[in-house]
């Protein structure tokens, strides 16, 4: 008997961008029911390489062969006529419509959505998917709008499942259970193409591997037989770099209480603060770990200033600040790093020398009540040099530098500002592995000179290598910090999905 | 009491048509995203295309309402070209296509200003018109008022019942998303801005070769604008639409009546007040700002290029 056809083959795919090859010459091979990974970091051209599989942009060069037969995928309609489903790293969902309605659109079949729900309750409960479908989607956890999406590409029967990073939102908990599903799948001959950066998940997973980088295949593997340092050498070409966590030996003192703060949301999607407590001490970090949207972006907004609340309820360094607005607590010491890089990081279009002002022109940039751009460029290039930001100088517009170069660039602004408490949101979302590991280093060495940082991050690996304390954020509501050694991964995303997970209606933001 | 109020509100309904209609149109392309402030233009448009074609062919709003459709809906894609194949501020381009609306149906329409057209007889509707009060309200009407209730009907239905509807708010929400599950959200758009364009060319056909059957410069009189603001305070919902228009069309026939009875005072304030009553009462109902933005259509007014 001669072995099956390729489910799918993609044969020197190439795809040019104006100013960076997105593919080069990239060729892989899926078999039916096989899980296959697509391992690379940010920017090596994975989600190209999806997108270009399921329609959605048009290779330069190169083949796609689907079942042993030459094909040419226009659109994604026509891709998921072929049987291929496509679970998008940014949801592709409609907030204000329905879970049943969202996957009417998606289907080719007469709209009947009472008969529609009654099929997506059957695929979820095979499946382990357990979703309402009539629920609202913007009243869903990030991690049931994955059901729906996942659902969504099961009810067209798909022959190949591809999967853009589908555990960033999840917690740890969630991602086993997903990983069941997805074995179910392939046993019933389903292929999958599953995208990550995590070495442990596609090891965990995957039954082979092509591993790119630039653009370029550094490699295939079989998961299982390789370390994480293998992977990671094919992946970015060196080993993986370790940040160092030395003590802390100065004084402690509180430099952030939070008391009693709780906020109603006035966004209808947003999300209601309840009676949050927390203190970071001089020197020290604290996590604040959770899946966004249960609260993070109100939180942040409540200590950065962005929204004012009781006096007493933030205090820095002793002094009440919960009535000041951001510029007033930022003359205090307080320096913030939202997460959004581009739009309120830093103005996309600007030169970095302006976007240094936008916040260090507290450092003397104002002469006679007007601009020293000549000590703004100065700053700058300080900041350029001292934190290693990869850039066509002070002069060049924010939005050239790479994610993870604009990063360094506004925490270096940050951290020149010589602050007393540092506020990060996400601080390595979307940055390579080099960047990621510099910045977190950069952040554990400031703490260590006796600053008070507070992390927000969905990544939990990250929180474990730099915060000293872990506190979870779920349905508006914050756990205690605890020290890292007193706690694991598990129980605090236990905590994570406890709250989260099982959003109730009272909670739910739909219902004010 | 009853037998004076019975033309007072019949006469709402009648004065409300061009606002339903353009309403309507507005409402549906606001749906979908694109915020189209060129309905006073499109109106004028419109109206001059069917008195045109009206006076001319001599078969009345029968050929007027359909003429007038048909040059709403395509000076709409001159918008449409510029708004969304080019990406153009929404905003700008629907000022500039009143502007234009204004200047050319005043250059067209200065052929027909002595015309006058015959206008369309009331039909009454057997059984229905003999109810005793809604009867003569609301079954002693023109042809396009029952028009206007079906039209009404229709988009109700069609957003609230069926895939297409469902396509139009999801557009309207998220375009990238629509785009990413594969629909052709400019081609989306451009059929939703033609229907509004081509309802906006009914109302004020509706005006020119109906309401009053002659055509005067700058006709509409800001009916285009008041459709606009009716959408946006009727928090996108096809009911809530009709009740601001029949306000609208109440305190139209209030004024003309408070005129007639020698009310003391100026002629420009009570012709105002209907523009004024009508936005007071919008404001008060839409002042839930969770619930106005729970049904904006997030990408109204952005430009969206796949």
């Keep these: 008997m001669s072995p099956p056809d390729p489910r799918l083959q993609l044969l020197n795919i190439t795809k040019r961008y104006p100013s960076v090859v997105a593919n080069s010459d990239v060729s892989l091979t899926v078999m039916p029911g096989e899980i296959h990974a697509i391992l690379g970091e940010n920017g090596a051209g994975k989600s190209t390489l999806m997108k270009i599989i399921y329609g959605a942009v048009k290779a330069d060069e190169g083949e796609v062969m689907w079942n042993g037969r030459q094909v040419a995928v226009a659109n994604p309609a026509q891709a998921r006529k072929l049987g291929i489903g496509m679970v998008f790293q940014h949801f592709s969902l409609f907030e204000t419509l329905t879970v049943v309605e969202n996957i009417a659109l998606v289907l080719d079949e007469p709209f009947d959505l009472a008969a529609l729900a009654k099929r997506v309750t059957e695929v979820s409960e095979r499946y382990g998917l357990p979703l309402d479908p009539f629920r609202l989607v913007h009243s869903l956890s990030v991690g049931e709008r994955q059901r729906v999406e996942i659902v969504r590409c099961l009810l067209q029967d798909p022959k190949l499942l591809i999967l853009d990073e589908p555990t960033s939102v999840l917690t740890p908990q969630a991602v086993l259970k997903l990983f069941e599903t997805l074995r179910q799948l392939s046993a019933e001959g389903v292929s999958i193409l599953y995208i990550s950066h995590k070495l442990h998940e596609i090891q965990a997973l995957c039954d082979s591997a092509t591993i790119m980088r630039g653009g370029k295949v550094t490699g295939n593997a079989i998961p299982k037989d390789e370390t994480p340092a293998s992977l990671a050498r094919l992946m970015i070409g060196r080993e993986l770099p370790v940040c160092e966590a030395p003590l802390y030996t100065g004084d402690s003192r509180p430099v952030l209480e939070i008391a009693g703060l709780s906020q109603v949301s006035d966004d209808p999607f947003g999300t209601t603060l309840h009676d949050i407590s927390l203190t970071v001490q001089a020197g020290e970090i604290v996590g604040i770990a959770g899946i966004s949207g249960n609260g993070q972006a109100e939180l942040l907004a409540a200590l950065s200033g962005e929204s004012t609340t009781a006096r007493e309820t933030v205090r820095l360094d002793g002094e009440a600040i919960g009535h000041l607005d951001a510029g007033r607590r930022r003359d205090r010491g307080l320096v913030f790093v939202p997460e959004e890089r581009l739009g309120r990081g830093a103005v996309p279009a600007l030169p970095l020398s302006r976007n240094a002002l936008l916040t260090a022109h507290r450092q003397g940039m104002k002469r006679w009540g007007l601009v020293d751009y000549a000590k703004a460029r100065a700053f700058a290039e300080q900041c350029i040099a001292r934190f290693d930001v990869r850039c066509g100088g002070a002069g060049s517009a924010a939005r050239s530098l790479s994610g993870g170069n604009l990063q360094k660039f506004i925490v270096g602004r940050e951290i020149m500002l010589a602050p007393k408490l540092m506020i990060v949101a996400q601080p390595t979302w979307g940055v390579d592995v080099g960047a990621a590991a510099f910045l977190r280093q950069t952040l554990l060495d400031l703490s260590r000179t006796g600053v008070a940082i507070l992390v927000v991050s969905e990544e939990l690996e990250e929180l474990f290598e730099i915060s000293d304390r872990i506190a979870v954020l779920a349905a508006g509501r914050l756990s205690e910090a605890k020290p890292k050694a007193d706690t694991d991964a598990e129980s605090i995303g236990l905590q994570m999905s406890g709250l989260s997970n099982e959003k109730t209606p009272e909670s739910g933001h739909a219902h004010p | ?306």
């Excluded at chain 2, 229709?154 to 998303?177: D, F, H, I």
């Excluded at chain 2, 009914?202 to 008041?226: D, E």
């Excluded at chain 2, 603001?229 to 601001?244: D, E, I, N, S, Y």
Aim: glycine share 12%.
């Design chain 2, 1 to 306: 009491m009853i037998d004076h109020l019975i033309p007072i509100l019949a006469g709402a309904i009648a004065a409300a048509t061009p606002l339903i209609f353009a309403g309507l149109g507005e409402l549906v392309s606001e749906r979908t995203g694109v915020i189209n402030l060129g309905v006073e233009g499109m109106m004028l448009t419109g109206a001059i295309a069917g008195f045109a074609a009206a006076a001319t062919t001599g078969y009345g709003a029968a050929i007027g309402l359909p003429a007038g459709a048909l040059a709403g809906a395509a000076i709409a894609m001159v918008f449409a070209f510029f708004a969304l194949s080019l990406a153009a501020n929404q905003a700008a381009c629907g000022l500039a296509l009143t502007i234009f609306g204004i200047g050319l149906s005043a250059f067209i329409g200065q052929h027909y200003v002595s015309y006058s057209l015959p206008g369309l007889q009331p039909v009454a509707i057997p059984l229905l018109a003999d109810i005793p009060v809604l009867g003569p309200i609301l079954f002693k009407h023109d042809m396009v008022v029952y028009l206007s209730f079906i039209a009404f009907a229709l988009v109700a239905w069609t957003l609230a019942k069926t895939r297409l509807g469902l396509l139009l708010k999801a557009v309207g929400e998220s375009p990238e998303a629509a785009h990413a599950i594969g629909y052709p959200v400019l081609g989306i758009r451009y059929g939703a801005v033609a229907f509004g364009g081509a309802m906006a060319g009914i109302a004020g056909a509706y005006l020119s070769t109906v309401y009053t059957p002659l055509w005067v410069q700058n006709m509409s009189a800001g009916r285009g604008w008041i459709a606009v603001a009716l959408v946006v305070f009727a928090t996108w919902k096809p009911a809530r639409l009709m009740l601001g228009a029949y306000l609208f069309g109440g305190v139209t026939i209030l004024q003309f009546h408070a005129q007639g009875l020698g009310i003391e005072l100026p002629v420009q304030l009570l012709a105002a007040l209907p523009y004024v009553a009508t936005v007071v009462v919008l404001v008060l109902i839409s002042r839930d700002r969770k619930l106005l933005q729970l049904n904006l259509p997030a990408s109204l007014g952005k430009p969206f290029l796949p």
